[in-house]
């Protein structure tokens, strides 16, 4: 998502140490003859919109049903445990299959992966308004979000290569932008339209706009010309992972990846029920709007290498986690206000913290970074499954209170992982010395 869902190989790309910002200018004036885009070169505002683009219709799609799963309910006659697998199935076949998309976009390209893709995805979208069953809907979505997983996996392999150094982070930054605002605006529209014309419509309305979005971005992102095929050999792939899962600091990444997003995909899966429901009784598309939140997230995103430079890695995850822990307790209110503050507070530390998470993740695997950064993915994207899931079961069973239950348990866990790696680093930095 995003940032909100934004993906996690996003960050790692940016932070990564060969693509620094001190050494960055220096290689482009230090080679005239560079043919990768930068900015006024031809090809690169279009590289930059067709990205753009390919991240809205990513995100658009991948969390399309959240904002309506009380009419999904209803329709259905279903209880939020189970409408919330509209949401789960998608993000789970993301994970899924964003490792196995990302050792395909190095063999047959990054423009061919993104492209069938975003094809199959848009392709099922216009299908999602038809399904006849909860059951169907839930297969369509699973199939969309295992379609989708092609895009994290290869748009920022695809600007590592074609983009020079000096322009790559605003790139980056404009793909992240797209899917910003693919995940917001998905929310927003489809609470407005779902109002007035259903879900079945509104889901259909996002479908043909990402269908706009995908035949915008095959013509205009321009063919790769620094790809180099490489090896789809199995051994290799599962030594490169094998060694990443056996990194402590990595798995430890990957679980606070997971955790942080456990909170945010519960929280935003349920939030819909509560504020449909006394004391509340808000309509679906002021609902929707409740997702123009994701704004917050970003600002929180974009400043968190600035938390890592004052606090250190491991503080800025304790900040991150106390504030999420402080919106989950604010949102327990029953007045609108503080229920408001308190998702402003969870959006602002779940951002903070996937981003200081994500980003760590480069500086600790020197090799293999694409693999390092699918396995976050992999990780982060199962979080979101597993949140929608048990968030919706313990809403059901203990109202917003149960929920919230659940994004604690999840936020003491980075507490307890990040204290673990504290500990660690301190056993660690003696026999350094």
């Known amino acids: 998502m995003s940032p909100a869902s934004t993906g996690a190989s996003t960050i790692v790309v940016a932070a990564s140490p060969a693509r620094s910002t001190a050494t960055a200018p ?28 390919a991240g809205v219709a ?5 969390y399309s049903t959240q904002a309506l799963l009380p009419l999904i309910s209803g329709d259905f006659g279903v209880a939020a445990s189970r409408a919330s697998w509209t949401v789960a199935a998608a993000t789970g076949g993301l994970a899924l299959f964003v490792l196995p998309m990302s050792a395909l976009s190095e063999r047959y390209g990054r423009r061919t992966v993104m492209t069938a893709s975003l094809g199959v995805a848009v392709g099922v979208g216009l299908l999602v308004p038809f399904a006849p069953s909860l059951g169907w809907l839930v297969v369509l979505r699973a199939v969309q979000g295992a379609a989708l997983a092609g895009l994290p996996a290869s748009a920022t392999a695809y600007l590592a290569e074609e983009v020079r150094p000096k322009a790559l982070v605003t790139a980056i930054g404009l ?19 779902a109002q007035e014309w259903g879900w079945r419509i509104a889901v259909g309305v996002i479908g043909v706009l990402a269908v706009a979005c995908a035949v915008a971005f095959r013509l205009l992102l321009p063919a790769p010309r620094h790809f180099t095929p490489g090896s789809l050999a199995p051994r290799v792939l599962a030594r490169t992972v094998r060694g990443h ?45 409740i997702f123009l939140v994701y704004l917050v997230g970003t600002v929180s995103a974009s400043t968190a290498g600035r938390l890592v430079g004052r606090l250190g890695r491991r503080g800025a995850l304790y900040l991150a986690g106390g504030t999420t822990a402080a919106g989950l307790l604010l949102s ?102």
């Not at 990513?58 to 991948?62: G, Q, R």
């Not at 408001?340 to 200081?356: D, N, P, S, Y």
């Open 26 to 53: 220096a290689a482009v004036s230090a080679a005239p003859s560079d043919t990768r885009l930068a900015p006024g070169g031809p090809g690169y505002r279009r590289m930059s919109f067709a990205l753009f683009l």
């Open 58 to 62: 990513t995100f658009a799609l991948l």
């Open 332 to 433: 327990l209110a029953d007045s609108l206000a503080p229920v408001l503050l308190g998702l402003v507070l969870i959006t602002a530390g779940f951002f903070a913290g996937h981003a200081v998470a994500s980003s760590a993740v480069s500086r600790t695997a020197t090799t293999g970074r694409a693999q390092a950064s699918a396995l976050y993915q992999s990780a982060y994207y199962v979080g979101s499954s597993a949140g929608s899931t048990v968030g919706a079961i313990a809403f059901h069973s203990g109202g917003w209170a149960g929920t919230v239950g659940v994004g604690l348990f999840a936020v003491l866990g980075v507490v307890a992982i990040t204290v673990a790696g504290t500990r660690a680093a301190r056993r660690e930095a003696p026999a350094v010395a």
């Open 175 to 193: 793909f992240v932008a797209g899917n910003s605002v693919g995940g917001m605006s998905g929310r927003v529209i489809t609470g407005w339209v």
């Open 245 to 289: 899962l056996a990194d402590p600091l990595l798995r430890r990444l990957y679980a606070i990846g997971a955790l942080f997003m456990t909170v945010f995909g519960g929280v935003y899966t349920v939030i819909g029920y509560r504020l449909t429901e006394e004391p509340f009784s808000l309509p679906q598309g002021v609902v929707g709007s």
